[in-house]
C-alpha cells in the first residue's frame, strides 16, 4: 500500500473515531453517565429512564431535548405527567440537575383550579426536578401589577386578590401517588364587605381526578373588627381584633364558590379579654357566625360589655364585685350560623359558668337579638345556697332562739328546687328584673320572687323571711304536739 492510501486511510479513522466519541459526565445524585457524541448529538443514557438524544454542549454542560410522554414511561413522577397531559416537553441536563419542562392546558385536568381561581390564562408552565427515585414538579405564577380577584360570594362579599402562586407535586421516595398538586397562594382574603383586604397565605390541596380543593393558612395582618361586629353590636371598632388567624376553606368538586370559610385565632383580644375565637363564612347561603371562648371575666369586664355593647344602664349593686365568670362563650351571628358543629341562631348569645368565691356558684345565658329585644338568666346551684343558708343561720346566733330552731329545722327538710335572677332590657335600656325562687318546704310549694339581685346576703336575708312564718307555724305544732 503506497503511502498515499496509507494517510487516507488513516484520516478516514480519525474522522470516524471523532464524530462518534465516547465521553462521561456528572450528574448529581446519578453519579457519572456515558455520552456519545455524534456531530452536535449526544446520546446519553440515563439510567433505567432510557436514552435520550440531546443537542447543546458538555462545556458547560447545557443539553436539551424534546421528548414525548411515551419516552418519559419509566421517569418517577410519570403519572402526574400523564394526568396532566404535559405540552411541549423538553428534558434539560444541566451541571447540577436533570428537569422536565412543558405546560398543562388550564382546560383540561386544571379546569376545576382555574375556574375556581379566575385564572384565565390557557397554559401554566411546569419544571419537573428529577432524581433516581423521585419527582418534584412545580409550576409559578407571578400576578405582578395585575393581581387575579375572585369575586367568591356577592352575599358575603367574599373576595380573593391573588398575587403569587406555587404549584407543586411530588412523586416517589415513598410517596404514593394520590393525584394532589398543592397550591401556595401569596393573596389578600377579604372575608366580608365589612372587612377590608387582609394578606394572608393559604396552601391548598386540589385533586387532579375528583377536584376536590381544600386548603389551610393564616391571615398575616391583624383583623381588626372581624366580620363587621362593631356594625352589629355597639363595640368601638378598636375593642375588638384578631391576630395569627388560621383559615380553613373546603371548595366541593364542581362548586362554583367554596362550601365554608373557618378562621381561628388563639391570641383574639375583646375589650382587652383573652379569647379563643372560632368564625364562619357560608358564601353558599350567606351566613356569617362567630364564638368566642373567654376562661375568666371579671364582673366589671361584663358589666362593661353590657354597657358598651348594648348600651344598657347597669344598676350599681346588680352584681358583686367579686363575682367571676368563667368558661364563657359568646355566639354572634346577624343571620344564623354554624361554628364547628355548633349551630348559632340570629343574634347574641352568652353561656357559661358564674362563681362568688366559695359562696355560690351557677350558670349564666344572656341573649339578645340585637334590636329590641335582651334578657340575662343566672340559674344558681340550689345545693350550695342551702348549705349557705345552713351556716348563716348557725353563725347568727340571735336573740330569738325559738326562730334559730325553727329554722334549722325548716333548712333539714327544705328541697330548693330552682332559684335564679332573670334581667331583661326595658324601653329605656335599664336593665332590670327579679330573683325567682321555687323551693317545697314541709310538702308545700312555695313560688316567689324579690329584688332583682346577685348579692348573696341580700339572697339569703329573702329566702329566710319567706320560710321564717312558716318554719315558726311548723315549729309550733310540733310543740303542741309534744305537750
Known sequence: MDMKIKLAVFFWVFAVSSAYSQNTITLPGFGQISVKQNADMYTVNI???????????????????????EQLSKLPGYEYIQVLELEEMKLQITSDTLKLSGKADTQKKLKGLCNALNLKAPYIDFIAFITPKSMLLTGNMDFGASPVVVDVSAQTGTRFTLNKMILKAESGMGKKNSFLLSVLADMNIKPTSKDPDLASQLELSYNLLSTEIIGAGVIKDTWADPLGISQYLKFEKESISFTNTAVALGWLPAASVPSTLGFASEKAKWLDL????????????????????????????????????????????????ELLFYDT??????????????????????????????????????????????????????????QQLENKVDKEKGEDSKLEQALKEALAVLDIKKIFLHLEADKKNNLIGQTHCELLLFGKEMNFTFEGTLQPDKIMNNILLKISKIALEQFDKKIKKGN
Request: glycine fraction near 8%.
Open 47 to 69: 439510567q433505567e429512564f432510557g436514552s435520550f438524544d440531546f443537542r447543546g454542549s458538555l462545556k458547560p454542560l447545557s443539553l436539551e431535548t424534546e421528548v414525548s410522554l
Open 274 to 321: 383573652d379569647f379563643q375565637i372560632a368564625a364562619s363564612v357560608s358564601p353558599v347561603h350567606g351566613e356569617i357566625a362567630l364564638m368566642a371562648h373567654n376562661k375568666e371575666m371579671k364582673a366589671s369586664d361584663f358589666i362593661r360589655m353590657l354597657e358598651e355593647g348594648f348600651g344598657l344602664t347597669v344598676a350599681a349593686n346588680l352584681f358583686p364585685a
Open 329 to 386: 362563650d359568646m355566639l354572634v351571628s346577624p343571620n344564623g350560623g354554624k361554628v364547628k358543629d355548633v349551630e348559632i341562631t340570629r343574634g347574641f348569645l352568652l353561656k357559661g359558668g358564674v362563681k362568688l368565691q366559695n359562696i355560690m356558684a351557677g350558670k349564666v345565658n344572656l341573649y339578645s337579638n340585637v334590636k329590641d329585644s335582651l334578657f340575662l338568666d343566672i340559674d344558681l346551684n340550689p345545693e350550695e345556697l342551702h
